[in-house]
């Protein structure tokens, strides 16, 4: 079982799908954490928050807020997986290349981390263990009907 775990067969199988899991869990949550915090302090942040987009302050923040919160809950549960992801992988391409883009790299790091592990999940997809993938089945099994 663990030699499974470590070297799944499949893609779409069940260890695979775990680990997809897991990982749309532990970085959900992660990047949660700081779409709650820009959220606790709206207030303050929305007169100082960048303005990358030119779209003003208070705006950039919300869509901040969005990227961070909303999809974030979305990708752990795997609901509208790959369109949740879109605007994740938007607000970690403006964090690590226009906010931190002069920065040393060890200020935009964690940016790119988050970047790279939300390109290749949205290239690897959800797995087994999300809403869309259940929706799907239930779809099929109708249309079989």
């Not at 207030?43 to 990358?52: I, K, W």
Request: glycine content about 8%; overall charge positive; some cysteine.
């Amino acid at each position: 079982m663990f030699k499974r775990l470590l070297f799944p067969s499949r893609p779409d199988g069940t260890a695979a799908s775990a680990i997809l899991l897991i990982v749309r869990i532990v970085f959900g949550l992660l990047l949660m954490n700081h779409g709650i915090e820009k959220w606790s302090n709206y207030q303050e942040l929305s007169a100082v928050f960048p303005d990358p987009l030119g779209i003003g302050s208070p705006l950039s923040l919300g869509l901040a807020i969005f990227g961070e919160l909303a999809c974030s809950m979305a990708f752990i549960i795997g609901f509208l997986y790959r369109l949740a992801m879109i605007p994740m992988i938007f607000t970690m391409m403006v964090a690590f290349f226009v906010i931190h883009g002069n920065d040393p790299f060890a200020a935009k790091e964690l940016a790119f981390i988050y970047l790279v592990v939300f390109v290749l999940m949205y290239i690897i997809g959800p797995g087994k263990f999300a809403v869309d993938h259940w929706i799907g089945k239930a779809f099929s099994q109708k249309a079989g009907r």
